[in-house]
């Protein structure tokens, strides 16, 4: 198992550098206007030049690249491009928002999916059109209509909730609590729908596996049959799914952080993406590969330990 570890850490190593390189040289081709940004409308070319070579962007792209790599890897990612505040610094604060809001949707999404398909692909009947049906709607509704549905609801009809803002929790619990109910919610749907799909197939296709039939045979009781073996044995394309679901509601954060004024790293991305400033983004950037990969080792970590036949590969 270590050295299947070992394995998966020096792929996603590989996988990181490989991904911040592409990003980085694809960064590196708007240099140019990024410092006629800074300069404003009236630079001329001459001091456009002298700008990056102050700031070393005259210097071969992947030198700048090499040298940005190492700075990431001492925690040093470099100063705003137009404010000069450090990157590093105000990251975690942004990512700890995100986070806030993404984490118990993954978990409520997580544990809702899983009993709603154990229970679908045991039961049939009306519980799997049920979980069917909630599958589709919640794949079908975008998080936007979600997101103004519950607002109209319960922030402006009945008033139990805020529509928009942020409070640390550190600052206040409950303020924090009501700060994200609504959040949480509009993506745990979407969420919830693809897990409980993924489970509802995968346990359908364990329990017409013959050994199920065996253990039956042999008198094992049906919820034994359920939990220790068949939903283990489902749980590996699960647990992908739900790793899947993580970066993906991590990457389309920016939505519900834009409608619901949340101070987010998808929030803060989009205005450095906007501002073109350049060390900001690659900040981002690095960020945000570096989750990917690290869920995808995650995933990779329980499915070997699940399954002792994916440690070969």
């Not at 137009?82 to 993954?106: E, N, Y």
């Not at 409608?259 to 906007?274: H, K, N, S, W």
């Amino acid at each position: 198992m270590l050295l299947y570890i070992g394995r998966r850490m020096i792929a996603g190593l590989v996988l990181f550098v490989v991904s911040s390189l592409i990003t980085f040289l694809l960064l590196s081709m708007s240099f140019d206007s990024i410092i006629a940004s800074r300069l404003g409308p009236g630079a001329t070319p001459e001091q456009i030049a002298d700008m990056a070579a102050r700031l070393g962007m005259d210097r071969p792209v992947l030198i700048q690249y090499f040298n940005w790599l190492g700075n990431l890897f001492t925690g040093d990612m470099g100063s705003s491009f137009f404010t000069g505040a450090d990157v590093a610094s105000q990251l975690p604060q942004r990512i700890s928002v995100t986070l806030s809001v993404v984490l118990p949707a993954l978990t409520l999404s997580a544990i809702v999916a899983v009993g709603l398909g154990v229970w679908a692909a045991s039961r049939g009947g009306w519980v799997d059109k049920v979980s069917q049906g909630f599958s589709l709607l919640g794949n079908l509704i975008p998080n936007l209509l979600v997101a103004i549905g519950l607002v109209s609801i319960f922030a402006i009809e009945l008033g139990w909730l805020p529509a928009t803002g942020f409070v640390p929790i550190e600052q206040n619990f409950g303020g924090w609590l009501r700060s994200i109910i609504i959040p949480v919610i509009t993506i745990f749907i979407g969420g919830a729908a693809n897990i409980a799909n993924q489970v509802r197939g995968t346990m359908i296709d364990e329990l017409r596996k013959d050994y199920v039939r065996t253990l039956r045979t042999r008198g094992v009781s049906p919820r034994a049959i359920l939990l220790k073996h068949a939903l283990r044995n489902a749980a590996g394309p699960a647990v992908t799914v739900l790793g899947l679901t993580f970066i993906t509601m991590f990457g389309g954060a920016l939505i519900i952080e834009q409608v619901f004024a949340l101070p987010g790293f998808g929030t803060f991305a989009f205005t450095a993406a906007t501002s073109g400033d350049y060390t900001v983004m690659l900040g981002v950037m690095s960020v945000g590969i570096g989750l990917t990969v690290g869920m995808n080792l995650l995933v990779d970590i329980v499915n070997g330990w699940l399954n002792p036949k994916a440690r070969v590969y």
